[in-house]
Nanobody, 117 residues
Framework: QVQLVESGGGLVQPGGSLRLSCAAS????????MDWYRQVPGKERELVAS???????KYVDSAKGRFTISRDNAENTVYLQMNSLKPEDTAVYYC???????????WGQGTQVTVSS
C-alpha cells in the first residue's frame, strides 16, 4: 500500500521561504505524475504545481517564478520549494500521486503553511 507523508510546513514571514517534502513509501513513484495542491477553509483544493515522470513541470499562475517543484526518484520524494512567500499562500498543502501505472489517486495528509508577520 502506497502512502505519502508531507513535511516542511510551518510559520514564515512574508518574503520568506519554505521547502515542502512529500515522501512516498510502499512502492516507487517514478513513473507517476506528482502534484502539489493547497486548500484554505471554505475553498476548493487548488492545484499549485505538477511534475511529470520525465521532469516536465506546470504551475498555477500565482506560483510561477516563486515556486519550484522537483523530484528525487531515488529517494521516492517530491519537493516544493516556495520562495517570496505571501500571506495569500497560507493554506494546507497536499501532495498527490496522479493515478496511473496501477495506482489510484493517492493523497498525503497535508502540511500547514502559514505566512504571517
Amino acid at each position: 500500500q502506497v502512502q505519502l507523508v508531507e513535511s516542511g510546513g510551518g510559520l514564515v514571514q512574508p518574503g520568506g521561504s519554505l521547502r515542502l517534502s512529500c515522501a512516498a513509501s510502499g512502492r516507487g513513484i517514478s513513473l507517476n505524475t506528482m502534484d502539489w495542491y493547497r486548500q484554505v477553509p471554505g475553498k476548493e483544493r487548488e492545484l499549485v504545481a505538477s511534475i511529470g515522470s520525465f521532469g516536465g513541470t506546470k504551475y498555477v499562475d500565482s506560483a510561477k517564478g516563486r515556486f519550484t517543484i522537483s523530484r528525487d526518484n531515488a529517494e521516492n520524494t517530491v519537493y516544493l520549494q516556495m520562495n517570496s512567500l505571501k500571506p495569500e499562500d497560507t493554506a494546507v498543502y497536499y501532495c498527490k500521486i496522479v493515478a496511473g501505472w496501477g495506482l489510484p489517486n493517492i493523497w498525503g495528509q497535508g502540511t500547514q503553511v502559514t505566512v504571517s508577520s
